[in-house]
């Protein structure tokens, strides 16, 4: 039998080794928006481990876009020579090389996660770090506690879309092969799509046509600026799991628009528009959004990314086997196992080291072969 799973797969003139993605996971590690040796390791350590496409994390357009003061930027033409060195690593590794571009909207200006992860105040915390004011399409805070964020002008669309476009360059000037927009989990342009947090009277709001403009604006710069050889990726939100919020329908209109500008794949993830992922009706279990990846792909016509509680090689071989995705992103597993992929190899019959890098798979070969005797 033919496992699509470790497979390759073609986007545009992009080859990938095999189906598996690393999902972009903010390491809330960097310091003025620079990646340094920590985001060295943790990219490096996917490429090794054998996956098709190493995403770095959200990184974002803008300072004030940042979630976290930990958070990755590309607001800086300085920004680009470290992630070059990450990019030219996972290619000399055989996988390639993706980057998710975002911007916090009303949800930035946080503690990191394992700092406490709440809204920063005047007041400096015991990091020293204190608040700014954040950007939102509407002047609606996200919860109790949570900052009143600054109603975006029509010159602060136009100046964050610019923002999207130089960082695009410098992301393609650093070496990406694929570049993904963060239109989930609550952040700005997922603000933009859900009429939970889009208030607005003017062309950026009210209906569905209206909610979607900017989000489509930011997409269809996203691939005017990216090669036509290189595939440009959007993450979704889905569902809201809130009512009022974005229902799957929504979403099947969204990627049908988001192909019509030239998008290769939808990146299908769910919630946060409220808060924490968490927060809603999310039904969580084993492959919970697979359903959202699988409608999308369908009823859209454009190639999904499947991801969370993905952890099995067979769950993710099945999931490609019926058709509901063509890809599958790995997050927390791989933060378990950096070798994922070189073990799915394994469990599906793969029982030498080929694939591996020489400085380890030479060494296990021989350990293999010691231990058959
Ligand atoms: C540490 C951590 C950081 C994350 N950062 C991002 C991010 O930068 N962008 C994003 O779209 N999702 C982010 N996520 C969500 C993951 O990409 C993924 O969708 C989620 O963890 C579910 O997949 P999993 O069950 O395989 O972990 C993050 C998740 C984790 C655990």
Not at 118 to 127: C, G, Q, W
Not at 322 to 339: H, V
Request: charged share 20%.
């Amino acid at each position: 039998m033919t496992h699509l799973l470790t497979t390759p797969f073609s986007l545009r003139g992009l080859s990938l080794r095999n189906r598996i993605v690393i999902s972009p996971m903010c390491q809330y590690s960097a310091q003025d928006g620079y990646a340094n040796d920590w985001h060295v390791v943790q990219y490096g350590r996917f490429a090794v481990g054998g996956a098709g496409l190493v995403f770095v994390e959200a990184t974002c357009v803008t300072p004030d876009g940042r979630g976290t003061l930990g958070d990755l930027g590309l607001w800086d033409d300085a920004h680009v020579a470290p992630l070059a060195r990450i990019c030219a690593f996972i290619h000399d590794q055989g996988a390639a090389a993706g980057i998710q571009l975002a911007h916090a909207g009303r949800k930035g200006a946080t503690q990191r996660p394992f700092d406490g992860g709440v809204p920063l105040t005047a007041e400096p915390d015991d990091r020293g770090e204190r608040t700014w004011p954040v950007l939102a399409p509407s002047a609606l805070a996200m919860a109790d506690g949570w900052q009143t964020p600054v109603g975006m002008t029509l010159e602060d669309i136009a100046s964050v879309k610019a923002s999207y476009a130089d960082a695009a360059r410098r992301a393609l000037a650093a070496g990406f092969d694929v570049i993904e927009l963060h239109a989930a989990h609550g952040y700005l342009i997922h603000e933009f799509l859900s009429p939970l947090s889009n208030l607005r009277t003017d062309a950026y709001g009210g209906d569905a046509q209206g909610r979607m403009r900017f989000p489509l604006e930011v997409a269809k710069c996203l691939r005017d600026i990216w090669p036509d050889d290189r595939p440009v990726f959007v993450r979704v939100s889905a569902v809201d799991h809130v009512d009022g919020g974005v229902e799957i329908d929504d979403t099947i209109a969204f990627s049908k628009a988001l192909k019509s500008v030239g998008v290769d794949v939808v990146d299908c993830s769910s919630g946060g528009i409220l808060g924490a992922a968490t927060v809603g009706r999310a039904p969580r279990g084993p492959g919970f959004q697979v359903p959202y990846a699988e409608a999308v792909r369908n009823q859209a016509d454009i190639a999904t990314m499947a991801v969370g509680l993905i952890t099995s090689p067979e769950q993710a071989e099945a999931i490609l086997q019926a058709g509901q995705a063509d890809l599958i992103a790995i997050g927390r597993e791989a933060l378990e196992n950096p070798n994922w992929p070189l073990h799915a190899r394994r469990t599906f019959g793969d029982d030498g080291f080929s694939q591996w890098p020489p400085q380890h798979g030479w060494w296990l070969e021989r350990r293999a072969a010691l231990m058959k005797r």
